[in-house]
């Protein structure tokens, strides 16, 4: 049998090289990059992105994280192993070089799960865009510019690309199908939550890339249980792993940590409610947030369940907050009394289950962020009548 090629490895080898090339010329330079949270749909996106765009120079994919933070994504570690790559491969916001290596104005970026860009690079273009949130309706002319609802950004890129691109080996078929199916099965927990027709297409084609007997439950077990392997991590680093923040209008400062575990473990980790409150609230100063939030999911099928803890930190993260929850039913979030309201501090703190399982951040963050800016405001409305 003929030794087996490591095409992703082999292509992120050749990247770093352009990488280097490009620090000593004045070229543009293209780079893709995923969003601020760096989880695994972000990560799969921009090197399934470099790797089948058929436009050239393929551009040089980018985690937007510190290499530090890798430790914080197990599941990452996981899925390098799978796809034979070790964490040296992948190129980090702050390896040198990085694209921090080269003027911004020399930079073309394609953002993939995001369509705005959250990396300070003034002067920068962006040149191409696909992804799976709210469309916040700017640079029209980026082309590819596909911005869709689906579970996975990367069913997304697999849709746009794929059937363009030559894959022809089955080992590259293997690499190209397991890296987009980690991230697919992760975002929609097997194919059970926020799958559109689009993720089902993808699914099929790519499961089509694997011999017959591979095993998809297995796989996604695998990822999935490494991806829950946090226990040993501290509620800072829980809180950091996969964190993202707005800023609206300058006035409120939103930041919505997704946690992989219920709050209840969370909390028994701390040794009281206290200081798990305490840990929250230092987060919060520590990014100088108005309102922190964190979203956790838990369990699996039946068991799947998701709950939103919310905290006001200034008067105006207090007022978004009490706007968040008077237009929640609105905005049909479901929300429900978390336990006996232990963790509530009225007005400025709530915790609850969420009934409606389809809304994850990607939804609440839009809306957290229409109450930051004064709408939603039912029953302020109503009080000034
Ligand atoms: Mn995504």
Redesign the pocket.
């Known amino acids: 049998m003929p030794p087996t090629q490591n095409f992703l490895q082999s292509f992120l080898h050749t990247s770093r090289t352009t990488l280097v090339a490009a620090t000593k010329t004045t070229n543009i330079l293209p780079i893709v990059i995923g969003?601020e949270s760096a989880?695994l749909?972000?990560f799969a996106?921009s090197l399934l992105y470099a790797y089948l765009t058929p436009t050239r120079p393929q551009p040089i994919p980018f985690l937007a994280i510190p290499r530090a933070d890798l430790s914080l994504r197990p599941e990452f570690l996981h899925l390098f192993h799978e796809l034979s790559l070790s964490p040296s491969d992948i190129l980090c916001a702050d390896d040198t070089p990085s694209f921090h290596s080269v003027p911004p104005s020399a930079l073309h970026l394609h953002l993939v799960?995001h369509n705005v860009p959250t990396l300070p690079l003034p002067g920068s273009q962006v040149v191409g865009i696909i992804d799976?949130?709210d469309d916040e309706g700017h640079f029209p002319s980026a082309s590819p510019r596909v911005i869709e609802k689906c579970g996975?950004?990367s069913s997304l890129v697999i849709r746009t690309f794929l059937a363009q691109s030559q894959l022809r080996k089955a080992d590259e078929q293997s690499q190209i199908a397991r890296l987009a199916l980690a991230a697919v099965l992760i975002?929609t927990t097997d194919m059970t939550q926020k799958v559109t027709e689009i993720d089902e297409a993808v699914v099929q084609t790519l499961l089509g890339m694997l011999p017959k007997d591979w095993d998809r439950k297995a796989f996604y077990q695998g990822v999935s249980q490494a991806k829950k392997d946090v226990g040993s991590l501290p509620l800072r680093d829980l809180l950091r792993k996969d964190y993202k923040e707005w800023a609206e209008a300058n006035v409120c400062k939103i930041g919505i940590a997704s946690v992989v575990m219920g709050l209840k473990w969370m909390c028994s980790r701390e040794e009281n409610n206290t200081v798990f409150m305490n840990c929250l609230k230092s987060y919060a100063g520590e990014k100088g947030l108005d309102v922190l939030g964190v979203m956790t999911t838990d369990g699996e099928g039946d068991e799947f369940h998701r709950e939103l803890l919310l905290w006001g930190m200034s008067d105006v993260g207090k007022e978004c907050v009490q706007r968040f929850e008077n237009g929640a039913d609105d905005a049909g979030l479901s929300l429900g009394k978390w336990g006996d309201g232990e963790l509530d501090l009225v007005p400025e703190r709530k915790a609850w289950t969420q009934g409606n399982l389809a809304m994850s951040r990607?939804q609440v963050a839009p809306f957290l962020r229409e109450c930051a800016r004064g709408r939603n405001d039912t029953n302020k409305a109503r009080a000034k009548v």
Do not use: F, L, Q, T
């Open positions: 969003n989880d749909d972000s996106s799960d799976h949130h996975s950004c975002d990607k």
